[in-house]
């Protein structure tokens, strides 16, 4: 593995002396795939849009999500990594499941940089920006399927509070700009294959 350009190779550093080992390599590896991914200037204007799109969605899904009381205890009693903090089951999961390449792609063109990625605190029990309280990133750079995600615990919540509605309907936005977005990536990830870019 080459090593990180001086900027990445500093935060990892003060990174490994804040955080676990585990934590800091989880969290290069992510700003690494996140600066690998194509600039805004190297994409066509679609893929570009769609991604500034999906930011927006992201923040706007957030929004109306609100204060939510059953994320904040959904893990209590499960099975470590999922159950080591009190909330978040779903941020059990590693972190390169939940940042594949595509996510990252969306993420780098809607603006997110490796300094909008900081490491969570504590112990490293699934994502690497999962920390003791929740989520550490900001939603305009979390991953869109962590903003699109409804179980069926936080659908019965959303529904209590009148709000399930125009939830599904931002969540089923983020799912179909996601899918355009990387239907657009691919095809110009081909076109590069096949020399036509």
Not at 30 to 53: H, K, M, N, S
Not at 162 to 191: K, N, V
């Amino acid at each position: 593995m080459p090593l990180p350009s001086p900027l990445l190779l500093g935060r990892y550093l003060v990174d490994r002396l804040r955080h676990q080992r585990a934590r800091a390599d989880e969290v290069l590896d992510v700003r690494r795939r996140l600066l690998a991914q194509a600039p805004p200037a190297r994409v066509g204007q679609a893929e570009l849009d769609t991604a500034r799109q999906l930011r927006w969605l992201r923040e706007e899904a957030a929004r109306a999500f609100g204060s939510l009381r059953r994320c904040a205890t959904c893990a209590v009693g499960r099975p470590r990594p999922h159950g080591a903090y009190p909330g978040g089951f779903c941020c059990g999961a590693t972190t390169a499941e939940i940042f594949p390449d595509e996510e990252l792609a969306a993420l780098r063109l809607g603006g997110t940089s490796p300094g909008d990625l900081p490491a969570a605190s504590g112990e490293l029990a699934g994502c690497a920006f999962r920390g003791p309280t929740g989520c550490v990133l900001a939603p305009a750079h979390r991953p869109s399927q962590c903003l699109r995600h409804l179980c069926s615990d936080l659908v019965r919540e959303l529904q209590a509070r009148g709000s399930l509605g125009p939830i599904e309907d931002l969540a089923e936005q983020l799912r179909t700009s996601f899918q355009h977005f990387t239907s657009h990536r691919q095809a110009r990830l081909d076109d590069e294959l096949l020399g036509l870019r």
